[in-house]
């Protein structure tokens, strides 16, 4: 498909259309662990339509990307696409890998599936100190091997976190490079936001540092995790109400509305097994009426008793739609 972009001007499109509340969507697995397409169509269809999602982040670490073949992950991205268009939603596809050849493969079959955006994670760089020059080259051929924006993302798990100097570098010299998922300190993120400008729209995935980030940076990107569709329902959402409150400057309000979820996330958070955070999403989703279903090895299913902490933590919540309705 033809983009409604220009890799000159990808960074002025993305000012525009790449903003609102991003969902890093989980793939929902069946009892033999091969992909759940009605079920991952279902749960698109809710985060659209019932939760007012703008965009979708298909086939990251959220998603299992690591355990997904690459036709797999091919058939994630064209099931997305197809849901996001008849929403008039957007989706940006993970193309992370270690290979560079895989990167460059799944940016392509992005572009021609319709995909609006990829995201690249910066990679594993074994014996490398100073990754500068290398991350340098290496998001500037993937942008020359297709039209398509990039996002860059910088988390922990590298090894290496890039610095806000370096990812402001690559943005000025990368014209498709428009947004970076940026998983670091807060002082960081904000010091990237001011180095930044316009050339790169900066976001992380802490939905409790997002509502600050608008009010105090100007952000009006959340990219990306999952509390968008754990913390809401089709009768309740907050995280939707107290971001449009933001948008719109009635900070007092949207304060007071993101405060009324403490119980949700304590409850979402307290109930988490440390190494099962796929299980534990997978079965919070499946109490909210969503596709969830197995992990794939080597992630590792929840316990029974675990699962009974899950759901005593979920039922102390507040957030079953018809408790919310009977209190108001």
């Known amino acids: ?185 807060r002082p960081m993120y904000a010091e990237l936001t001011r180095l930044a400008g316009d050339a790169l729209i900066v976001s992380t995935a802490s939905e409790e540092e997002w509502l600050d980030n608008i009010l105090e940076l100007g952000w009006r990107l959340y990219l990306c995790s999952a509390p968008p569709f754990l913390l809401q329902t089709a009768n309740d959402r907050r995280m939707r109400e107290y971001t449009d409150a933001a948008f719109a400057g009635r900070a007092e309000e949207a304060r007071r509305i993101s405060a009324s979820l403490e119980p949700v996330r304590r409850a979402l958070k307290s109930s988490r097994p440390p190494g099962k955070p796929h299980a534990q999403q997978k079965a919070w989703m499946e109490r909210l009426g969503q596709a969830g279903g197995p992990v794939r090895p080597p992630m590792l299913e929840l316990t029974v008793a675990e699962r009974d902490a899950v759901n005593r933590a979920f039922d102390s919540c507040g957030l079953i739609p018809a408790i919310r309705a009977a209190a108001e």
């Open 1 to 185: 498909m033809t983009l409604p972009y220009t890799r000159s001007t990808a960074k002025e499109y993305a000012r525009e259309h790449l903003r609102g509340i991003w969902a890093a969507a989980m793939t929902p697995f069946r009892p033999d662990l091969s992909i759940d397409e009605q079920g991952f169509r279902r749960n698109l269809r809710h985060w659209f339509h019932d939760l007012g999602i703008d965009g979708v982040f298909v086939a990251g670490k959220q998603g299992e990307f690591y355990a997904l073949s690459l036709p797999e992950r091919k058939r994630l991205c064209d099931i997305a696409v197809e849901e996001a268009k008849a929403a008039k939603r957007q989706v940006i596809y993970s193309a992370s890998d270690q290979n560079m050849d895989t990167v460059i493969e799944l940016a392509r079959h992005a572009e021609a599936a319709g995909a609006d955006w990829i995201v690249v994670h910066a990679p594993v760089l074994h014996f490398v100190h100073d990754q500068a020059d290398t991350l340098r080259a290496y998001y500037a051929r993937i942008a020359e091997a297709s039209g398509i924006g990039i996002a860059m993302w910088s988390h922990p798990d590298s090894g290496y976190l890039m610095s806000p100097e370096l990812c402001a570098t690559i943005a000025r010299e990368v014209p498709s490079v428009v947004a970076i998922k940026y998983s670091v300190p």
